[in-house]
């Protein structure tokens, strides 16, 4: 019984935290129509801000973590304003807007070893551990799951009740249109690019503060929110979470009897069973 609620935590847990990758992700697909893989860097980028503001310049753990939430956010809003912004004016194709973004991602990830080195990262700070159902939680991982959830639910709010997210829905439909009743296509492009590269950095530094930072971590972040994306429903709020909660709960369940390596294998068979019997995911836009 123990072991059983073990792994429904760490599914709960592991699902959150795709789900905050998802969300972001999701958000800046659904305006865009491509695979930003620069998104994972973001991620990456907002947990060293706040490792570098604590560590080196003894910030308050608070402050440093709003402000690597935000120093996130316009990393992606300048991504989108030097370089993607300038393709879409040139109508380029979203292949070469992916290409672009694996330019950056690569770029940043180097620049981030250049500063901090190859060698893996930790905050200095403790685990408080509390018993959930017989199964064992830390204080960190209990903010993962409540960001994931709370995050889904403001996004979900934000697109459906403010003027924001009415033109963000507009520019997701047809950007064209939208275009011409009198939206600012690329304004409002932009700060999804800030909101989706903020919460990627919540993705980040609840991964620093739980297990560490690396230079690449941001690429593995990346990877399991875009299969979330395509099981739950790509552009889908709702969708993108769903997704992640049935990745997590898939892979903790799945290696209970097999060795942990199949972790990721069991992702992509169901990625690849999506596509073949569900292209659309779960829940349609």
């Not at 807007?97 to 620049?111: F, W």
């Not at 991982?141 to 996004?155: E, K, M, P, Y």
């Not at 709702?238 to 972790?263: H, R, V």
Request: glycine share 14%; charged share 10%; net charge positive.
């Amino acid at each position: 019984m123990e072991i059983l609620s073990q792994l429904i935590v760490n599914s709960v847990i592991a699902g959150a935290m795709y789900a905050l990758m998802a969300l972001g992700f999701n958000l800046i697909y659904s305006v865009t129509r491509f695979f930003n893989l620069a998104h994972g860097v973001a991620a990456a980028a907002g947990g060293y801000a706040v490792f570098y503001l604590t560590s080196s310049l003894g910030q308050n753990v608070y402050i440093a973590t709003a402000a690597g939430i935000v120093s996130a956010g316009f990393l992606g809003y300048g991504f989108d304003r030097l370089v993607f912004l300038r393709l879409r004016r040139r109508k380029t194709s979203s292949m070469v807007q992916l290409v672009a973004s694996l330019g950056l991602l690569t770029s940043v990830q180097a620049v981030l070893a250049i500063l901090f080195t190859n060698e893996f990262q930790t905050f200095p700070a403790g685990h408080t551990l509390y018993n959930v159902l017989g199964g064992a939680i830390t204080g960190t991982q209990t903010a993962v799951v409540a960001s994931g959830f709370f995050i889904t639910l403001l996004l979900a709010l934000i697109l459906r009740h403010t003027m924001f997210g009415k033109a963000v829905n507009a520019v997701s439909d047809d950007a064209e249109v939208a275009r011409i009743v009198g939206i600012d296509t690329d304004r409002v492009t932009g700060r999804v690019f800030f909101m989706g590269s903020a919460i990627a950095g919540i993705a980040g530094i609840l991964t620093g503060f739980d297990t560490g930072l690396g230079p690449t971590m941001g690429m593995g972040l990346l990877l399991k929110g875009v299969i979330a994306c395509i099981i739950g429903g790509m552009g889908n709020v709702w969708g993108g979470t769903a997704g992640s909660m049935l990745l997590g709960f898939a892979e903790n369940f799945g290696i209970w009897k097999i060795p942990g390596q199949w972790k990721d294998a069991i992702s992509f068979v169901i990625l690849i069973a999506f596509l073949l019997l569900r292209p659309e995911g779960m829940i349609k836009k």
